[in-house]
C-alpha cells in the first residue's frame, strides 16, 4: 500500500519539480492527483478532502505560483502537511506494572500486520522484554499457522486455540476475546511481560469485524493498539 502511494506522489511531484512556472491550475490539477492516491491508500474521505484543502490554500498562500522552485516549494508544503496529518505521534511503549502489557495490532487486510508482530516482538526482545504472541486472527485459515511460524523465527512463543478458528465469516462471537484472555492468562503464568495480539485484518466497511475488534477493546481492556 505505502509502496503504491509513494509512487504515485512521486509521479505527481516529479511532474510539478520538472516545471519552470506552474499556475493556481496545476497545484488543483496535482492535488486532485494527491486526493485520488490517499483514497485508493484506503484513507478516510474527510481526512482526504481536509488534508488537500489546506495544501492548496497553504499553496496559494504562500505565492508557490511566484517563486523560481515552485515544484520544491510544494513538496515542502505537502510533506509538512502529510507529517501533520500523521502526528504528533509517541511512538514509545509504556510498560505496566505488574505486567503482562498488552498490546493490540490491528490493520488492513494484507498489511503485513502479522509481520509486523514478529518485528516488533523481535524488537521487544532485545530490549530485554519476554513477550508472547496470540494469534487472535480466526478468520483466516492460515492465519495461525502463519503467526507459529513467525515466532517460531524470532524465538517468542505464541498462544494459539485452532479449535475456535473458522473460515471467514463463521468465527463464533465472543471466539477472539475468548482467546485473547486465554493468551494473556497463559503469558501472566509464564512470566511473559508483553503480550502482542496479532487481531484479524480488516476493512473498514466490515462491520463484524469492527466490532470484533470493538468487543476486544472493551472487554481485554488493551494498554496500546
Avoid at 79 to 85: A, G, I, P
Avoid at 93 to 100: A, E, K, R, S, T
Wanted: net charge neutral.
Amino acid at each position: 500500500m505505502f509502496d503504491a502511494l509513494t509512487d504515485k506522489l512521486g509521479k505527481t511531484f516529479r511532474n510539478l519539480t520538472g516545471r519552470g512556472r506552474i499556475s493556481e491550475e496545476n497545484v488543483r490539477e496535482a492535488m486532485r492527483e494527491v486526493r485520488t492516491a490517499l483514497l485508493e491508500a484506503d484513507v478516510n474521505v474527510q481526512v482526504v478532502k481536509d488534508f488537500t484543502d489546506r495544501v492548496i490554500q497553504k499553496a496559494i498562500g504562500e505565492e508557490v505560483i511566484k517563486t523560481l522552485q515552485p515544484g520544491q516549494l510544494m513538496v515542502k508544503i505537502v510533506y509538512d502537511e502529510l507529517v501533520n496529518l500523521m502526528g504528533p505521534v509517541d511512538t514509545q511503549i509504556y510498560f505496566v506494572q505488574p505486567g503482562p502489557t498488552v498490546i493490540m495490532m490491528c490493520g488492513l487486510q494484507g498489511s503485513g500486520k502479522t509481520t509486523t508482530c514478529g518485528k516488533l516482538a523481535r524488537f521487544l526482545v532485545g530490549k530485554g522484554h519476554q513477550p508472547m504472541l496470540v494469534a487472535a486472527d480466526l478468520q483466516r485459515p492460515a492465519a495461525i499457522e502463519q503467526l507459529r511460524v513467525v515466532g517460531e523465527t524470532v524465538g517468542v512463543p505464541v498462544y494459539t486455540d485452532p479449535g475456535k478458528a473458522a473460515e471467514h465469516g463463521q468465527v463464533a462471537k465472543g471466539a477472539a476475546v475468548a482467546v485473547c484472555r486465554a493468551g494473556i492468562n497463559q503469558a501472566r503464568a509464564n512470566g511473559r511481560d508483553v503480550v502482542i495480539l496479532d487481531t484479524a485484518g480488516r476493512l473498514a466497511i466490515d462491520e463484524e469485524l469492527m466490532n470484533e475488534l470493538r468487543e476486544v477493546n472493551a472487554q481485554v481492556k488493551p494498554h496500546q493498539i
